[in-house]
């Protein structure tokens, strides 16, 4: 072999600074926002290093170790893999997938699609981001109700007006239709989540028409005066993890005539505890996933060919899906109960704390109400400011609902339980009690 001299780049580099990134990076780029996530996980991570205990309810993801992926899907995987199938798959996804989830959706949903209307995706991230992508024009307006988990950076990249309709604790946090009806004739796009993405509620049937109305009607006036149609995104990537009495409904189940304005956004990332995989679907009219098909040919958003077909066997097993569910459920249930049965005991005793009782996801709406209040004669003026304390002394690592949108400092935080032990929360508890008995 030829040896070459080694060349250090960073001798070349530009020194980083304001001026430097003005003229290198485009205007979108330095518009990007950050994820408070992310620097609240970095907090996390220096804690762990030091020796600390940490309970992490920040991820929505899955430990293995806690929630590991179906047997007979990582069999399937393995089996795909050994076979050497690891070329490129149909850009539309693997036709066994695509039929798997057309029989999926009609069996459990009530929903039957033609196989036009299915777009095989890496996740639902990429769905979400294409969806807003072939939808939106720049300057069109996007509705989304806040908290809610990423249409902030997706108005933002497609260039779209973003309008926030913040939503209420009563409500679950969940939009309703006179929350949205005063901007809906200059909307574009509504995207909603159901379980919601922080707040693991679920919008109830009765809000669901009412919102469907809205739109249908909506339509009804635009085709006449030839305006360009309002879509709705609905993302129910946590729609098999339903855990209380609410049962998960689709805006066609209540008004059939939304299946002309409707783009699903789903996979397993969730509901199999199989976030790594990448397996997720657009369900839409045939001419929307057409275009979503093209606009993901262009970035190669492809989910495994392996994971595809693996997931195609387990969608078609019935049995071995009732089983998963059924455990993982159990599981699930019991940590977000443990936290608000223990949250509810606290609250009785008169301390400044609630919670909203969990309905669907992985995620528990917590109120740490403390803002305007103090602890050890250091006044609390920020949501931020509340997790900080949680982390550092008291070992709880919690994501604000500040990261979601809503700016409102009163006190609500996302608690996820997909990367925790049951134990883990058990010791948890008493510190964050004790906390909240020092806030004066």
Not at 165 to 184: K, N, S, W, Y
Request: glycine content about 6%.
């Amino acid at each position: 072999m030829t040896l070459i001299e080694t060349v250090d780049a960073a001798e070349y580099f530009e020194p980083t600074s304001t001026e430097l990134s003005s003229q290198s990076i485009s205007a979108m780029a330095r518009g990007m926002v950050g994820s408070e996530i992310l620097r609240i996980a970095g907090n996390v991570r220096t804690l762990q290093a030091q020796g600390r205990t940490v309970c992490n309810f920040t991820v929505g993801d899955f430990a293995p170790s806690q929630f590991p992926i179906p047997e007979a899907l990582r069999d399937a995987a393995i089996e795909s893999y050994s076979a050497g199938r690891t070329n490129y798959p149909p850009a539309e996804g693997v036709l066994a997938l695509r039929k798997a989830v057309l029989a999926h959706y009609e069996k459990r949903l009530g929903l039957r699609y033609p196989l036009e209307s299915i777009q095989i995706i890496s996740g639902a991230r990429p769905g979400l981001y294409a969806a807003y992508g072939v939808l939106i024009d720049p300057g069109e307006t996007v509705i989304y109700p806040v908290p809610s988990w990423n249409n902030n950076h997706y108005a933002y990249l497609c260039g779209s007006k973003a309008i926030e309709v913040p939503t209420r604790p009563e409500d679950g946090f969940l939009p309703t239709a006179a929350l949205l009806e005063p901007f809906i004739q200059e909307a574009r796009l509504i995207s909603i989540n159901s379980p919601l993405n922080p707040a693991g509620t679920m919008i109830s049937p009765e809000e669901l028409r009412k919102i469907s109305e809205l739109i249908v009607n909506e339509n009804t006036r635009r085709k006449e005066l030839g305006l360009r149609l309002l879509y709705l995104v609905y993302d129910q990537i946590y729609w098999e993890l339903q855990l209380g009495d609410i049962r998960h409904v689709t805006p066609i189940e209540v008004m059939p005539e939304m299946a002309a304005y409707t783009i699903f956004i789903d996979g397993i990332s969730k509901s199999w505890a199989a976030t790594g995989l990448r397996v997720g679907w657009v369900v839409a009219p045939p001419h929307i996933t057409d275009r979503i098909k093209a606009f993901l040919n262009h970035v190669g958003a492809w989910a495994p060919h392996p994971e595809q077909e693996a997931t195609a066997h387990i969608l078609s097993a019935d049995n071995v899906l009732d089983d998963f569910y059924a455990n993982m459920h159990n599981e699930v249930r019991a940590r977000l109960n443990l936290i608000y049965n223990a949250v509810q005991e606290m609250k009785a005793a008169g301390l400044p704390v609630d919670a909203i009782a969990p309905q669907g996801a992985i995620y528990l709406s917590t109120q740490f109400d403390l803002v305007g209040k103090s602890l050890d004669g250091v006044p609390i003026t920020s949501n931020a400011q509340i997790g900080d304390i949680l982390l550092e002394q008291a070992g709880v690592a919690l994501v604000p609902f500040q990261a979601f949108g809503l700016r409102q400092e009163t006190g609500w935080m996302r608690l996820s339980v997909g990367a925790v032990s049951v134990a883990d929360v058990e010791q948890c508890i008493p510190r964050m009690r004790a906390i909240l008995e020092r806030v004066k």
